[in-house]
């Protein structure tokens, strides 16, 4: 079985202050993960996607995330926040084995005060 | 590259009435197509996998007659909602993938269905 966990529903950050957003996986097997950002009434955007290469893994817009084996993690990351990081954001695994299917956590609501 | 679509971005109708709604891969082969749903402040919940030229796969609590899912060729893919209620108001949100494109799905930017 698998699942992802994202432990923060709310984080509410200053503008130009780090963000962390943190997410757990348990898969049996090498997982594919992913980070997608959802803007109100938007569909999904991919931030950055881990495919068992390197275990830090740079995305869009000053977004990383790294690979922790050791602590199945995969949790979010921005230096600085800018006001238009306010967005819910999604850490979502993908096992080949089941078509590709993909298995969304329930979502982060960033708050970017000013 | 890899664009989705989705028509229409919104829609409202009455109860008991169908509404049908496309999801068109723009520039590649979209050789197998999801829909998900998702709740106001909910996560996305997978609805049915289907691949071009055969019937689609639904989740478990997925009413296969209620949804009604068509993937005719390798760019469109139609969902359709039948005898719709209010409780089947939500976003809907299609992704595409193919073959040649390392598994990745590539998501529309989802339909907005209110039932009346």
Same mark, same amino acid.
């Given at each position: ?13 200053? @503008?130009?202050? /780090? ?20 803007? /109100? ?29 050791? @602590? ?6 921005? /230096? ?35 | +590259?890899?664009?989705? %679509?989705?028509?229409?971005? #919104?829609?409202?109708?009455?109860? +008991?009435?169908?509404?049908? &709604?496309?999801? !068109? %891969?723009?520039?590649?082969?979209? $050789?197998?197509?999801? #829909?998900? !749903? ?14 071009? +030229? *055969? ?13 009604? &899912? ?11 909602? $039948? *005898? ?13 993938? *193919? *073959?040649? !494109? ?7 930017? +989802?339909? !907005?269905?209110?039932? $009346?």
């Amino acid at each position: 079985a698998q699942s992802v966990t994202q432990l923060d529903s709310h984080v509410s950050v200053s @503008e130009g202050t /780090p963000v962390l957003l943190r997410c757990n996986y348990s898969s049996s097997y090498s997982p594919s993960l992913f980070w997608y950002v959802q803007h /109100p009434n938007k569909g999904l955007q991919l931030l950055l996607k881990y495919t068992s290469a390197a275990t830090l893994v740079k995305g869009i817009n000053g977004f990383e995330a790294e690979f922790k084996k050791s @602590e199945t993690s995969f949790h979010l990351t921005k /230096p600085s926040a800018h006001m238009s990081d306010a967005a819910e954001y999604f850490c979502v695994v993908r096992r080949r084995e089941y078509g590709n299917k993909l298995v969304f956590g329930a979502g982060t609501i960033l708050r970017v005060k000013s | +590259g890899a664009v989705v %679509s989705q028509h229409p971005s #919104w829609v409202i109708c009455k109860s +008991g009435t169908s509404v049908k &709604i496309e999801c !068109r %891969s723009l520039d590649f082969q979209a $050789t197998t197509m999801f #829909w998900y !749903r998702q709740f106001p402040k909910q996560s996305l919940m997978l609805m049915a996998t289907s691949n071009e +030229g *055969s019937k689609a796969t639904y989740e478990q609590g997925v009413e296969k007659d209620k949804f009604l &899912i068509n993937h005719a060729s390798l760019t469109l893919s139609t969902l359709t909602v $039948t *005898s719709a209620h209010p409780e089947d108001s939500s976003f809907y949100i299609c992704s595409a993938t *193919s *073959s040649g !494109r390392t598994g990745e799905q590539y998501f529309g930017p +989802g339909t !907005r269905l209110t039932v $009346t």
